[in-house]
């Protein structure tokens, strides 16, 4: 039932994702195979995840034959006095072999130790991969956010420059006070400061793409719609502990930590080994002989092969010591595990509940929004018959801009909840989501690779940099040129209705 749910809830995002967009944008899913193909984290964790791999032939070269060759040369130059015969020269040489056929169960345990091992370490591949892509879809997100906030303060600047201007030119003819005229001077000031912030934010945004994605955004297109989620955390959080990749790593530690007890146990027991040696020595002519007798050979041999058991009795409580110590570690990934769980439960839980209150605020302010432009309309038309004063637009103007803000954001906010539920069930990897611009990488091509290699010498080329270096990314602008979405764009409703009618009516003048 899980895996069925898998393949439905990531279609709609996938085909989303596969959908062609126009040439000149970036897509969402341009932005995440750049960052699978490049990021410097991921590479890293995948080369962490070689050495992991490379554990079991490791253990697993406790339990081959050891050969070894070994030659020594000396030169006597004292000889001792009583010695006629002690050669001044001596060349040996001496090869054995080693083969451990009875080990206590130490090479059993940490070979499966290892492999399972290996597997924990791909489990924290399939995290670092969904952490990285909630990443940079929270940061492209956050670009279009801070774009859309850039444009609308773009925006509101210029209707409270033009309405700066009719205020003074009716302040001119004595249809306004100073206060008035004042009072959009203020806005504009107000205006001015946020828009400028807003401006650091979307260039600190840029950056943010930058250091994932390793190039800067261009015309970012609206992402595909999210699949549907399921209807309530718990199902949610159900998922998540049968699939999250976090999880999974911290079982298999857990899992791993059984065996290491049983190896240091084995530290206990005996162990049998097969060997063969042979010794070759020659003493280069100088060995002597007593007088009158025949002079002796100048080199000796000798060879053995055997068994040879190793019964420990007493090692100063190191066996004991190692038990504890791997019981100890036992124990820490036992508590991990329950960790990781409460983390995962907390982070679904907290993801579907920003996701579901995102939504909610979606429909509020996009409500607001109407009910706002609404509301500035209807106040500048009063303003001009003399009902309203210039502080209520400018008010009604700052509710307008509050309520688009509170969309953008709120529309942020919803997508990248909705991915980190997607993240904590595990269902947002590059196979989830279809980035297949290239081969996926295989975590289980390297340990098929180098699983059985036993050569001593069989060593891989010099590592080269795999991520691209940002240091020549030209620094980032607040510069904003795709035009704001129809829900959002007052600029073709924003007419200086406050400037008054053609042919105003005969006022009082107002005091200064």
Same mark, same amino acid.
């Given at each position: 039932?899980?895996?069925?749910?898998?393949?439905?809830?990531?279609?709609?995002?996938?085909?989303?994702?596969?959908?062609?967009?126009?040439?000149?944008?970036?897509?969402?899913?341009?932005?995440?195979?750049?960052?699978?193909?490049?990021?410097?984290?991921?590479?890293?964790?995948?080369?962490?995840?070689?050495?992991?791999?490379?554990?079991?032939?490791?253990?697993?070269?406790?339990?081959?034959?050891?050969?070894?060759?070994?030659?020594?040369?000396?030169?006597?130059?004292?000889?001792?006095?009583?010695?006629?015969?002690?050669?001044?020269?001596?060349?040996?040489?001496?090869?054995?072999?080693?083969?451990?056929?009875?080990?206590?169960?130490?090479?059993?345990?940490?070979?499966?130790?290892?492999?399972?091992?290996?597997?924990?370490?791909?489990?924290?591949?399939?995290?670092?991969?969904?952490?990285?892509?909630?990443?940079?879809?929270?940061?492209?997100?956050?670009?279009?956010?801070?774009?859309?906030?850039?444009?609308?303060?773009?925006?509101?600047?210029?209707?409270?420059?033009?309405?700066?201007?009719?205020?003074?030119?009716?302040?001119?003819?004595?249809?306004?006070?100073?206060?008035? /005229?004042? !009072?959009?001077? %203020? $806005?504009?000031?107000?205006?001015?400061? &946020? =828009?400028?912030? #807003?401006?650091?934010?979307?260039? *600190?945004?840029?950056?943010?793409?930058?250091?994932?994605?390793?190039?800067?955004?261009?015309?970012?297109?609206?992402?595909?719609?999210?699949?549907?989620?399921?209807?309530?955390?718990?199902?949610?959080?159900?998922?998540?502990?049968?699939?999250?990749?976090?999880?999974?790593?911290?079982?298999?530690?857990?899992?791993?930590?059984?065996?290491?007890?049983?190896?240091?146990?084995?530290?206990?027991?005996?162990?049998?080994?097969?060997?063969?040696?042979?010794?070759?020595?020659?003493?280069?002519?100088?060995?002597?002989?007593?007088?009158?007798?025949?002079?002796?050979?100048?080199?000796?041999?000798?060879?053995?092969?055997?068994?040879?058991?190793?019964?420990?009795?007493?090692?100063?409580?190191?066996?004991?010591?190692? /038990?504890? !110590?791997?019981? %100890? $570690?036992?124990?820490?990934?036992?508590? &991990? =595990?329950?960790? #990781?769980?409460?983390?995962?439960? *907390?982070?679904?839980?907290?993801?579907?509940?920003?996701?579901?209150?995102?939504?909610?605020?979606?429909?509020?302010?996009?409500?607001?929004?109407?009910?706002?432009?609404?509301?500035?309309?209807?106040?500048?038309?009063?303003?001009?018959?003399?009902?309203?004063?210039?502080?209520?637009?400018?008010?009604?103007?700052?509710?307008?801009?509050?309520?688009?803000?509170?969309?953008?954001?709120?529309?942020?906010?919803?997508?990248?909840?909705?991915?980190?539920?997607?993240?904590?069930?595990?269902?947002?990897?590059?196979?989830?989501?279809?980035?297949?611009?290239?081969?996926?990488?295989?975590?289980?091509?390297?340990?098929?690779?180098?699983?059985?290699?036993?050569?001593?010498?069989?060593?891989?080329?010099?590592?080269?940099?795999?991520?691209?270096?940002?240091?020549?990314?030209?620094?980032?602008?607040?510069?904003?040129?795709?035009?704001?979405?129809?829900?959002?764009?007052?600029?073709?409703?924003?007419?200086?209705?406050?400037?008054?009618?053609?042919?105003?009516?005969?006022?009082?003048?107002?005091?200064?």
């Amino acid at each position: 039932m899980t895996r069925l749910y898998s393949s439905a809830a990531t279609a709609a995002l996938l085909i989303g994702l596969m959908t062609a967009a126009p040439v000149a944008a970036e897509t969402l899913r341009d932005a995440l195979v750049k960052a699978y193909e490049t990021n410097p984290t991921l590479a890293a964790q995948r080369a962490s995840l070689r050495a992991t791999d490379e554990t079991v032939p490791l253990a697993r070269a406790n339990a081959l034959p050891q050969v070894q060759l070994q030659s020594t040369f000396s030169e006597n130059v004292v000889l001792p006095i009583t010695a006629f015969t002690a050669p001044s020269r001596v060349s040996q040489t001496q090869a054995s072999l080693t083969f451990p056929i009875y080990s206590g169960g130490a090479v059993k345990n940490g070979v499966a130790a290892a492999k399972v091992r290996v597997e924990g370490g791909r489990a924290t591949l399939r995290g670092t991969e969904a952490d990285l892509f909630t990443a940079v879809v929270a940061a492209y997100m956050d670009v279009q956010r801070d774009s859309a906030v850039v444009q609308l303060n773009e925006q509101n600047l210029r209707v409270l420059d033009v309405n700066l201007q009719a205020s003074q030119d009716r302040f001119q003819v004595g249809d306004l006070t100073r206060t008035d /005229v004042a !009072q959009s001077e %203020a $806005r504009l000031a107000l205006a001015r400061s &946020q =828009l400028e912030t #807003a401006q650091s934010r979307l260039i *600190s945004s840029r950056e943010n793409y930058i250091r994932l994605v390793g190039s800067a955004p261009g015309e970012l297109e609206t992402p595909p719609p999210l699949p549907k989620l399921p209807g309530d955390p718990d199902a949610a959080v159900q998922i998540a502990l049968a699939e999250n990749p976090t999880l999974l790593a911290a079982r298999k530690a857990l899992e791993a930590s059984g065996f290491d007890v049983k190896s240091a146990r084995a530290t206990k027991r005996p162990t049998v080994d097969a060997f063969a040696q042979g010794n070759y020595t020659n003493y280069l002519g100088t060995l002597g002989s007593f007088p009158g007798n025949p002079a002796p050979p100048q080199f000796d041999r000798t060879a053995q092969f055997g068994l040879r058991l190793s019964l420990p009795l007493y090692q100063g409580g190191a066996p004991a010591a190692r /038990v504890r !110590q791997a019981q %100890a $570690r036992q124990s820490q990934s036992i508590e &991990q =595990l329950t960790e #990781a769980e409460r983390g995962i439960v *907390s982070q679904t839980r907290s993801a579907f509940a920003s996701y579901r209150a995102a939504l909610d605020v979606i429909r509020s302010a996009e409500a607001a929004v109407s009910a706002n432009r609404l509301a500035l309309e209807g106040v500048r038309a009063e303003n001009s018959v003399g009902n309203r004063t210039i502080l209520e637009i400018l008010n009604a103007e700052q509710e307008l801009l509050n309520s688009q803000v509170t969309l953008v954001t709120a529309r942020r906010d919803a997508y990248v909840a909705g991915f980190a539920v997607l993240a904590a069930m595990g269902r947002a990897e590059a196979k989830d989501l279809g980035l297949e611009s290239g081969p996926l990488y295989d975590p289980v091509a390297n340990y098929n690779r180098v699983r059985h290699r036993i050569l001593d010498w069989d060593e891989d080329p010099t590592p080269t940099p795999v991520a691209t270096s940002t240091v020549n990314t030209p620094a980032q602008n607040a510069t904003v040129a795709r035009p704001l979405e129809p829900i959002l764009d007052n600029s073709r409703r924003a007419s200086p209705v406050d400037r008054g009618p053609a042919n105003p009516p005969p006022v009082a003048p107002k005091g200064q």
